[in-house]
């Protein structure tokens, strides 16, 4: 993950939920008064957002004490500590829901693709995000991704053509789409065409497309039309594949499943902040 552009990131989120101050922690608590917190997971999955607790809170105040007791792809359990966190306690406050709001994310898209993974074991198919992130978390997004054990997908317009139902009627065709955009672009940019018929994959292999998205095909459907496909091109199945019908897809023979669900409708993983004040074993969980 490029460290530079995580806390610009951090910064922007800070100041979004800051503002012009913690009104909460600034009137009760001295600047100088210290304590500690732990981040701890209230349910079973991967964890992922170590990145997110270290520099977060030490973008805040250098002298914060972070002690991660996980690390990113570790599968833990309720319960489980993730982090510990000591420092000034305006601080700790002004840093929790920020950072908890991303790791629980993070963690959810983690958990989301592992499961998913876990649904291709004994295939050859592979999976993979979409662009169906959150505006200005896409980074994160495609990192838990990659720590789910799955793979990224395009990362934005700017690295692959991707010529989708819309692209290919503005064009006329998908023969002109593949063509107007190679007669443009170096040896290096890869070009996906997006096929719903037997037409149009013969038409996408005769164009020379480099993969071939099949989509919302069904499995048998896939599994019939996959023997015309050339071995150089590659392919990849989405739109209307569920945890439930995935494997079917995966046993298709298909190379690539791309689920946009792993980005776009996670629920988030469930962690709490416990704190102990000092003098106290009592518990308050947040």
């Known amino acids: 993950m490029n460290i530079i552009k995580l806390e610009e990131m951090l910064k922007q989120f800070f100041n979004e939920d800051l503002g012009d101050g913690d009104l909460s922690s600034e009137f009760i608590f001295s600047a100088d008064q210290l304590g500690s917190f732990s981040f701890y997971a209230k349910e079973s ?3 992922c957002g170590a990145l997110i ?11 914060i ?15 489980d500590v993730l982090a510990v966190i000591k420092g000034p306690l305006q601080k700790l406050l002004i840093g929790e829901r920020v950072i908890l709001n991303l790791i629980q994310r993070m963690s959810a898209i983690a958990t989301a693709t592992n499961r998913a993974v876990q649904e291709t074991v004994g295939t050859h198919a592979k999976i993979c995000d979409t662009r169906k992130t959150i505006p200005g978390l896409r980074m994160l997004d495609k990192y838990a991704v990659r720590i789910g054990g799955a793979f990224n997908h395009r990362n934005g317009l700017y690295d692959a053509i991707m010529l989708k139902d819309n692209h290919i009627a503005f064009a006329g065709s998908i023969a002109n789409a593949v063509q107007a955009a190679r007669a443009k672009v170096g040896h290096t940019v ?3 065409v997006e096929i719903e018929t037997k037409e149009q ?5 005769k164009a020379g497309a480099d ?3 099949f989509d919302n095909r069904s499995p048998e459907e896939i599994r019939a039309w ?5 071995p150089t091109i590659a392919t990849e199945a989405s739109g209307g594949i569920t945890l ?5 897809y995966a046993q298709s023979g298909i190379q690539w499943i791309s689920l946009g669900s792993l980005t776009h409708s996670v629920k988030a993983f469930d962690i709490s902040a416990l704190v102990q004040m000092k003098g106290d074993h009592s518990l308050v969980h947040h």
């Open 201 to 205: 994959l013969e038409e996408a292999i």
């Open 211 to 213: 993969i071939i998205m």
């Open 226 to 230: 996959l023997p015309i496909v050339p």
């Open 190 to 192: 890869k070009i996906e």
């Open 65 to 79: 004490e972070v002690n991660l007791h996980k690390k990113d792809g570790e599968m833990v359990k309720s319960g």
């Open 244 to 248: 439930e019908n995935l494997k079917t």
């Open 53 to 63: 607790i270290e520099h977060g809170f030490l973008l805040l105040d250098r002298s």
């Open 45 to 47: 999955g991967i964890f």
